[in-house]
RNA sequence: GGGCCCAUAGCAUAGCCAGGUGGUGCGCACGGCUGAUAACCGUGAGGUCCGGCGUUCGAAUCGCCGUGGGCCCA
């Protein structure tokens, strides 16, 4: 049996019901098992990093890739999807130590390394646990049972298997490279992991003495004065123009010589405060080359001694500052690149921990950051310092621990990246990306700059670079699974793979000697780039790799241009020679109500705890799915989610709306099937049944593109427009009736009918509520059917039932509706009272048949006894003519009599005066016996409308709506009024819809009590009374006594229940 | 400094690719309905379509230059 519903749709207690009941019928994994054999899709997560809470973002990610799944299972693919947990990394490091005091990898060496690491693979696995809860809550359904977990033995084996693949073919690199260096973390990290944001840094100009010259400088411009004792060489750009100049401050006798670009010669004499200057020369920059200058900080740094210190010319020096670029190839990109091409000595003399080495002389033992002060007052000093300041520029930190970034020239494990650039791009090519924008332009983009991946960490937890290199003969070998390291180190049986375990595992190289492996972890970007054959525990197994691989799908957040889609390809290349993945939907990030980031020192962080605790998942799934375009950023509004819950609580009570009826009815869709009632169907029926089609047809369109706005946008509408606002108002008299009549099964149906299919179509959308309609309306009537909505197959589009031509009458009629109703408001006439004629002035022969068809519709809506459609060219002769005089006209033509022909016009024939001028263009005006001819041109015609008439425009035409009253209409009108109130009177006592009464109605003004006294069986009927008594004489008492002020006439009513 | 995306009423959005009188929802004001009723419906007011320049008979739409926001990079 169908069973009535709650008044109320509470999100809360149904959802987890809802999901309860999945949990006791196991109805994932049977709706995933039900399609076995069906066409594979193959979905692989984007692992989110176990670091916590869920916030809106990875809700809103794990809601599209839930919708799309559940989609594409009911289209009848076999879905896998794997759930997938980044486990491993500094993030998770980082919040280890923060735990246990840590400061500094001293710490932990001394805490143990082994507890260290159990204590971060804790970490990781209580919020795995922790995070997998919170999306159940809204309702995701991918594999939490067996989830790949970049820590599991199997996915340390992919990511070395796929690291030997790149040692085989010539990818993998040992080299001294600049790198991106966390001090605090004291550990090479990935361009990837810089977080760039503005500074105050100081901004410097200097002067280095050019060698053999007298007082000549050369002007550098830095931000950075710690890498000035580590200056190696200037660069200058060949093309530029460069002046040497003698600049003085008042005394022209204490001048000095500079060279600077010949553009910025003022900028940098400002900055130095001279007052006065002459040009001695002027040269292009490659005429520079050959200066030589002196290191100022050589006294106190005792290496620079044996260094030379050249010009040099480089591309990548700009026309600003003074033109002319200070090179530590130690410390920068650039000038390493610039060292290494000229063969320049990379001097580094900075420690891991980022304190100057001994090689830095007076300066070691103190943090590079700490000495710029010093530095300058030494340059101050040896008059070498021409201008300090400050400035506020974009300055790189370890997106971990926030702490400055520097840069340090180390020993690094590469990935030849720049190798393989050209076939990831034309691969790129092959995908298919939504939007199409995100591959074409900004991945190809991010691609081309893509520089070698240094993919080795000198850190604690992760996956441990599998390199093992010979004491001896430093010999190279990478191991590929944990076989091979079994049989390479002659220990049985499951080897941890972690460090420290895996550090005290040797091997013996060819030479006879031990080979030792490197200490270093991966890049915890390199665990996740190997997910998509790691999650099918290849290469351990191949069965699954082979029918699956590459994924069918991918989706995630545009920050991933970078991160995953960039890391996934380039291993992907490495191990394969091809993109892992075929569809890639990009998606946005959530901000805030005013477009800005949610973060915590904001304080404008929404979790998707909050928004479920006060609307329920469905709500917040449907909020994120339908506000925007997935690629676009959402800015997350909580009157938008209200009003999305306000549109799934419209929804419960149209669902709700038939049940009583279908209840007392017995109705049974087995019994009542499309057949039996197909001859009783109204064209609303027949028009809602289109509409449905329809819509799934959009709704399929839509999917196919991912364009989830589109799909749930329309769904929306339908559920607000079609279903609330107009079927269930239309429907609602067929379902009062009493008895089996065809006419109000056939409405039965057609509900039911909609119900069902609306449940399944926003399954993939709201799986709970469309869940709990189906048990009701499906399940719970049928046990052979499908134990969840989620096993059933998508509806297909019933194209017999699609009409066009419906939809748009039906368009038609209700934007008639709407005018009358604006009418009717115009001549003050309420819709309870009927009006005697409706009549339509239809602008094409569509919109008069839309009529025609619709007749039945449009008199109900309207409450309206008649319905009259005029002709093309056919005005209402019940309209009024006015003609009105146009003295511009008149004037030049009657000159001195112009004011009688405007008179006269007033007061002669209108409909003759206008027939006659439409016809001949003339009309024969008589004005005191004299007859006058007008023309056309002197006379134009309105439309009057007499008082109780009111039109109102519509898209199709004109709708006039007679208000005329008569006693008929008189008489119904307060009949209703007395009903609604004695109905309201019921409603105020909570009486049960079945229960009868006794109500005494008093009205004292005659002509209206004889005016209600003609419906007084039909009041009687409706407000189910046993014991009707309207008079104007009986004092009303009992239960509930009110009285009522009805357009004016006071009346007194009341109400008593009969036991 | 560079790449990509975004900017339309108080708020959120459609329209932009394929130029032709800018729609819709929320909120607001007014009104209606009355056994879906702590629900629902109608009407109305609200727009230099971020700014400027250009192309065109005509620009929210196309192009260029700015401004602001987002992501990514240097």
Partial sequence: MIREITNKYEPKTLEKDIRNYWDSINAYPRSRQLRAGSTDFYFVDGPPYTTGHIHLGTAWNKIIKDSILRYKSMNNFHVRDRAGWDMHGLPIEVKVEEMLGFKSKKDIEEYGVDQFIAKCKEFAIRHKDEMTQQFKDLGVWLDWEDPYMTLKDEYIEAAWWTLKQGHDKGLLERGKRVVNWCPRCETAIADSEVEYWDEEDPSVYIKFK??????????????????????????????????KIRAWKDNKDASEVLYISTSLVEHVLKQGRYTDFETLDRMLGEDLLELSYDNPLSDKVPAQAGFDHNVYMADFVTAENTGIVHIAPGHGMDDFILGVEHELPIFCPVCPDGRYTSDAGEYEGKYVKDVDELILSDLEERGNLLKKGMVSHRYGHCWRCKTPIIYLATRQWFLKVSDIKDEMLSEIEKVAWYPDWAGSARFADWVSGARDWCISRQRYWGIPLPIWICDECTEEEVIGTMKELQERSNLEGDLD?????????????????????????FDVWFDSAVASWATLNYPREHEDFDKLWPADFI??????????????MGASMIAFGRAPYKNVLMHGFTLDDAGKKMSKSLGNVVSPGEVMDKFGADSLRFYVLSSNA???????????????????NIFWNVYRFPLPYMVLDNFDPSVVTYDSVKSHLRPEDRWILSRLNSLILSVNEAMDQYNLHRATRPISDFILEDLSRWYVQLIRPRTWTEGDDPDKLAAY?????????????IAP??????????????????????????????????????DTGLEKQMDTIRNMVEAASNARQKVKRKLRWPVRKIVVSPENEQVAQAVESLMSVLLEQTNCKEIMILGSD???????????????AIGPAFKGDAGKVIAAIGSADVISMRDALVNSGEYELEIAGETVTITSGMVRFNETIPEHIASAGFSGGLVYVDAMLTREIESEGYAREVIRRLQDMRKELDLDVEERIKAIVLIKDERILDLVLDWEAHIADEVRTKLLVISMDVEPEGDLVKEWDVEGTGMKMSISKIS
């Fill in 555 to 568: 989706t995630e957040g545009h920050d991933q241009t970078r991160g995953w889609f960039y890391s996934q």
């Fill in 749 to 761: 149906w057609v509900m039911y009918e909609v119900l069902v299919k609306i449940a399944k179509v």
């Fill in 497 to 521: 793979l972690h460090r420290p375990n895996v550090d005290n595992i040797t091997i013996t190289c060819k030479c006879g000697q031990n080979m030792k492996r490197v200490p270093d972890v």
């Fill in 874 to 888: 056919e005005t209402w002769d019940e309209l009024g003519l006015e003609a009105v005089p146009q003295p511009k």
């Fill in 210 to 243: 050019v060698k053999d010259e007298e007082n000549t400088y050369i002007v550098i411009w830095t931000t950075t004065p710690w890498t000035i004792p580590a200056n190696i060489a200037v660069a200058v750009h060949p093309g530029f123009e460069y002046s």
């Fill in 630 to 648: 997935p690629w676009e950023d959402l800015k997350f509004n909580w009157d938008e989610v209200s009003t999305i819950n306000r549109m799934v």
């Fill in 765 to 802: 959308f709201m799986p709970h509520l469309a869940e709990s309609i189906y048990q009701n309306l499906v399940h719970n009537l049928d046990p052979d059917s499908p134990k969840s909505l989620h096993m059933c197959d998508w509806p297909v589009v019933e194209d017999a039932l699609v």
